[in-house]
């Protein structure tokens, strides 16, 4: 009997202790990954990373020397990706989830677009970019014709997480705020954008981060030059497109590519970490205190 | 009411981005080169020193490979292209400069205890009719065979050398630039592939776990190339779509003067014979 029941209490135990094994040993290993990758960088790249670093020109096809020009770069083709993309994406997103009913066809047809351009390589987007800003458009190699296109690389992503952080809120607020007669511009301004803040937030960050660590769809519009520039109708390299030409093309470049590399991701930090502060501190606020 | 903060800033930045766009206009003489990989870096260094030599100049490098260098150079895209190779007949329309000279060698892990290896046996291993190092006197292990990226001026090179067809060649990686391979076989101790003699030199007395082998009993070595006795070799060429004039023919002749010596030989490549 004895034996039994303590069997019994065995078959309960095992799968839940193999349960908790399995979630912790998950979660685990994908931190474990990103500290790996982090140290890796840290221990290949800090050597090289200086103040100088950060603020003089590539020397010897990028071996030598630092990266200013390339970072005022990235920043410059990230700003003009995110100014043309949250707009018309924002907008899209509001069409989707608030003007349409999930059953419209059209809204339906947008969607699906959507998702099949979510899919769509990036290589792709950036023969488009070039065929059709560089060349369509007469924008040649420049910041504008990269920023661009990875606008059109980020939209499916910021309008797909903007549309469902709208849904999320619940339906009562709407009903409320019509009931206090807002119009529905106003209702979108005082309360459902903020509502929905740190969703719309986390989608921007998705764009953002798969913009930065764009690679092929930069090399064909914004270019390879790494000269300062002086206006966004300049080519300009992407930092990811550096990190790619030192370690892939430059006989040891490696120094200066993990050098860079760890700047790439400081500034993605960086940003998921002043956006969702924003997200916080600014816009969520809103609609806590009157 | 930050609402209203924001979009006003929004605005402000794509006023003040509009404005900084339209002074891109005033800019005063500017050269695009397109083309090969290999070639970039070292188009890049040369048209900074022929911009602090010639104020008001903007020499533009853009990179994407040999095949792209033609393509721009013939639809103008390109003020001069970047071409790793020599020119092949249907391209004789084209005008080409040559600045340097590069090698062509085969690699292998520095573990592989195989030192040499004929044209023959190099074509059966590309073309899986050799699979396992032991037929080559190396150890039991099967060869990973590293091959070139269509469009890439090495892979053309090679097959224009070994007489081989690229459908013909049985890879199990297949790479793009340079480094790519250097790194595949550094990282594979079974791996064969080519690469640029002069970058492997260098990176294999940097400790990376490479080793040249001789072809046709030729050391793979930048002196070899030098005095042409390597057999595999090719030239680092500028093409242009007519014959060059003004701005593009003096930076094609400063590109071939002894003053930018020391930038070929620091990237690991051949200046023309003084």
Redesign the interface.
């Known amino acids: 009997m004895a034996e039994a029941e303590s069997l019994a209490v065995t078959r309960r135990w095992l799968p839940e202790a193999l349960m908790t094994l399995a979630v912790w040993g998950s979660a685990l290993l994908v931190a474990g990954i990103f500290l790996w990758l982090l140290g890796d960088l840290l221990w290949r790249g800090a050597g090289h990373l200086s103040w100088s670093f950060l603020f003089s020109s590539p020397l010897?096809?990028?071996r030598a020397g630092g990266i200013a020009p390339i970072l005022v770069s990235t920043l410059l083709i990230l700003?003009?990706a995110v100014?043309a993309a949250v707009?018309l994406g924002l907008a899209t997103a509001v069409l989707l989830a608030e003007f349409l009913s999930s059953h419209s066809r059209f809204g339906r047809l947008v969607g699906l677009s959507l998702d099949v351009l979510a899919g769509v390589p990036s290589i792709v987007f950036g023969l488009f970019g070039n065929a059709f800003f560089s060349?369509f458009l007469g924008l040649g190699?420049s910041i504008?014709s990269g920023g661009l296109t990875l606008a059109c690389m980020v939209l499916p992503i910021l309008v797909r997480t903007a549309e469902a952080a709208l849904r999320a809120v619940p339906d009562d607020w709407r009903l409320a705020g019509a009931a206090l007669g807002l119009s529905r511009t106003a209702a979108l301004?005082h309360i459902l954008?903020p509502a929905a803040s740190s969703g719309l937030v986390a989608g921007l960050l998705l764009g953002v981060g798969r913009a930065m660590a764009e690679t092929a769809a930069l090399?064909?519009t914004s270019?390879?030059?790494?000269?300062m520039p002086?206006?966004?109708?300049?080519?300009g390299r992407a930092l990811s497109v550096h990190i790619y030409?030192l370690?892939?093309?430059?006989?040891?470049?490696d120094g200066n590519a993990y050098a860079s590399a760890l700047v790439l991701i400081g500034l993605l930090i960086l940003i998921n970490g002043t956006s969702l502060w924003l997200a916080e501190h600014?816009l969520n606020r809103?609609i806590l205190t009157p | 009411m930050r609402l209203k903060a924001l979009t006003t800033t929004l605005c402000g930045i794509l006023i003040l981005m509009l404005l900084t766009a339209s002074v891109a206009l005033a800019v005063e003489q500017k050269l695009v080169l397109t083309g090969s990989s290999t070639l970039a870096p070292l188009a890049t260094e040369i048209g900074k020193r022929f911009e602090r030599q010639n104020p008001g100049v903007r020499v533009d490098v853009q990179s994407g490979g040999s095949s792209r260098g033609i393509t721009d150079a013939r639809s103008g895209l390109a003020d001069i292209g970047l071409v790793s190779r020599a020119l092949k007949e249907e391209e004789k329309d084209l005008k080409s400069f040559t600045v340097a000279r590069d090698g062509i060698g085969m690699i292998v892990h520095k573990s592989n205890p195989v030192r040499e290896l004929s044209d023959r046996q190099i074509i059966d291993i590309y073309t899986g009719k050799i699979t396992n190092w032991r037929a080559v006197g190396g150890p039991d292990q099967p060869i990973t065979v590293v091959n070139k990226a269509e469009g890439r001026s090495t892979l053309e090179l090679f097959l224009h050398h070994f007489r081989l067809k690229n459908s013909d060649i049985k890879a199990q990686v297949v790479i793009g630039e340079n480094q790519q391979g250097i790194k595949t076989v550094a990282g594979n101790r079974n791996a064969i592939g080519y690469v640029s003699i002069g970058t492997a030199e260098y990176e294999a007395s940097q400790g990376v776990p490479i080793k040249l082998l001789p072809m046709a009993g030729v050391a793979a070595s930048v002196e070899n190339v030098r005095n042409g006795s390597f057999p595999l070799a090719r030239p680092l060429n500028l093409v242009t779509k007519a014959e060059p004039q003004g701005l593009a023919r003096r930076f094609i002749d400063f590109s071939r003067s002894e003053s930018v010596h020391d930038l070929v030989e620091a990237q690991y490549f051949v200046p023309l014979a003084r």
């Open positions: 010897n096809a990028g700003g003009v100014a707009p060349i190699f504008l301004r954008l090399i064909f270019g390879y030059v790494d000269r002086s206006s966004l109708f300049d080519s030409d370690s892939m093309n430059v006989a040891g470049g600014w809103r």
